[in-house]
T-cell receptor, first 111, second 111 residues
Framework: AAGVIQSPRHLIKEKRETATLKCYPI?????VYWYQQGPGQDPQFLIS???????DKGSIPDRFSAQQFSDYHSELNMSSLELGDSALYFC??????????FGPGTRLTVL | GEDVEQSLFLSVREGDSSVINCTYT??????LYWYKQEPGAGLQLLTY?????DMKQDQRLTVLLNKKDKHLSLRIADTQTGDSAIYFC???????????FGSGTRLLVRP
C-alpha cells in the first residue's frame, strides 16, 4: 500500500539559507499536518491544512510558511534558517479516519 | 491547556511485561494514541483508543484508559528486544485534530 512520502529525506543547509520540504500524503487523504521534532524531544505541531486551506497553526516561526496544493501534497518553506531549526520534520496525512499516517521525516541540518 | 506527560525511561527483561504510563490534561480529547519511534526513524502508530472505552487489546498490546484521572497506559506482553524504542502517547485535540505528544518513554529490553 502507498505510504506518505517526504522529500528530501536529508537536507543540509547553511545559516540564513532557505529550504523547501515536500510531503505527499496517501492518495485521497485531504488533510496534512506538519510536526517538528528537535533532538531528544517530542514532535511539536507546526501547521495543518484541510482541503488546501490552513486549518490550524501551532508554534511555527514567521520565517516558515506552508501550503497545500490541489493534489493535496504540501510544502513547508523555511527561510533565514537558524541553527535551532535543525530537526526532524514530519508530515502526516489523514483522510476521514481516526488515524494520522506519518511520513519517514526529513532530517534538516543547519550549519 | 494541552499537556501530555510520560516517564522518561523504562528497563525490562526480555519476556517480561512492560507498562508505559501517560497523563494528559485536555478532558475534551476524543482519541488517544500510542506511537513507536526507533532511532532515526519515523513514527509508527501502534494503537489508539476512543475516549469512551476503558480498554483495548491488540495482540501483545493492551491500552487502559482512566478518563476520570486522565491516565493512559500501554502494556506490552512478552516484551522482546525488538520492542526497544521510544514510545510516545498523544492526544488528539482541537477542531483540526492535531496531535499533542508526550515527551516519550525510552524502553530498553535487556536480554
Amino acid at each position: 500500500a502507498a505510504g506518505v512520502i517526504q522529500s528530501p529525506r536529508h537536507l543540509i543547509k547553511e545559516k540564513r539559507e532557505t529550504a523547501t520540504l515536500k510531503c505527499y500524503p496517501i492518495p485521497r487523504h485531504d488533510t496534512v499536518y506538519w510536526y517538528q521534532q528537535g533532538p531528544g524531544q517530542d514532535p511539536q505541531f507546526l501547521i495543518s491544512f484541510y482541503e488546501k486551506m490552513q486549518s490550524d497553526k501551532g508554534s511555527i516561526p514567521d520565517r516558515f510558511s506552508a501550503q497545500q496544493f490541489s493534489d493535496y501534497h504540501s510544502e513547508l518553506n523555511m527561510s533565514s534558517l537558524e541553527l535551532g531549526d535543525s530537526a526532524l520534520y514530519f508530515c502526516a496525512g489523514a483522510g476521514g479516519t481516526n488515524e494520522q499516517f506519518f511520513g519517514p521525516g526529513t532530517r534538516l541540518t543547519v550549519l | 491547556g494541552e499537556d501530555v506527560e510520560q516517564s522518561l525511561f523504562l528497563s525490562v527483561r526480555e519476556g517480561d511485561s512492560s507498562v508505559i504510563n501517560c497523563t494528559y490534561t485536555d478532558s475534551s480529547s476524543t482519541y488517544l494514541y500510542w506511537y513507536k519511534q526507533e532511532p532515526g526513524a519515523g513514527l509508527q502508530l501502534l494503537t489508539y483508543i476512543f475516549s469512551n472505552m476503558d480498554m483495548k487489546q491488540d495482540q501483545r498490546l493492551t491500552v487502559l484508559l482512566n478518563k476520570k484521572d486522565k491516565h493512559l497506559s500501554l502494556r506490552i506482553a512478552d516484551t522482546q528486544t525488538g520492542d526497544s524504542a521510544i514510545y510516545f502517547c498523544a492526544e488528539r485535540v482541537g477542531s483540526s485534530y492535531k496531535l499533542i505528544f508526550g515527551s516519550g518513554t525510552r524502553l530498553l529490553v535487556r536480554p
